[in-house]
């Protein structure tokens, strides 16, 4: 398995896949999202600060729009909080269709994975407890996923919740990555628990999300159908979306 990081701007990649042509495939492929992205909103500053879902305007506008656009009407929410799920999924698709076998795209804790063989995913929440010890393990048959992670105690989410990390799974990153911030936004209050069971109601309600989990200090909440979790011993953290290969 050939692993590459790769950065531009707010964009920071790792790419875990069995073909080299098809990681640079990936990286081509999110560099030149970025790039329409950024000639879009240039001339569309609105599309980048709206905090309600926007369609674009016209009908000449690229596939990161589009993909965006759809993912914030689906969770009814801006449609800059799926980007960094959006420009996952383009590179691994981009990757899929280079030959890769199987390919992981992880865009700052935002994770696109295709293929036959699954990933254990490390997720990691900040200050809480069990930050780092927590491991979601798709299967191959799961594939293609979505997981994506939302805070708003670190990282640069915009978050106006209080949730250490909210992670989304679905078919496509791109809704993931909206969903994890919208249910994010829901995780706040002094009552820990009860804002996270209002998280998971809003996870739950929520089409095209497949299960969502929640850790909010030392509380952890779960809905729906998930990867099969597992608990690291202490002392065994992984790092920060450290991503381990089965």
Known sequence: MHERRWSRKETELTIKSDSKRA????IDAALGARRELERYVFKNPDFRTSLDPM???????????GLMRRASEIVEIGPFAAVAGTISQMAAEAGERSGADAILVDNGGDIAMIGNRGFQVGIYSGLSSISGRLVLTPEPEDLPLGICTSSGTFGHSLSFGGADAVAVISEESSIADAAATAVGNEVEGDDVE??????????DDLPEVGGCLIVREDFVGVVGSLPEISTLPEGKEVLPRELLQT
């Open 55 to 65: 369609s674009p305007k016209g009908r000449d506008y690229p596939e990161v729009v």
């Open 23 to 26: 990681i640079k495939s990936a």
């Open 194 to 203: 009860s804002s996270v069971k209002r998280g998971l109601d809003r996870a």
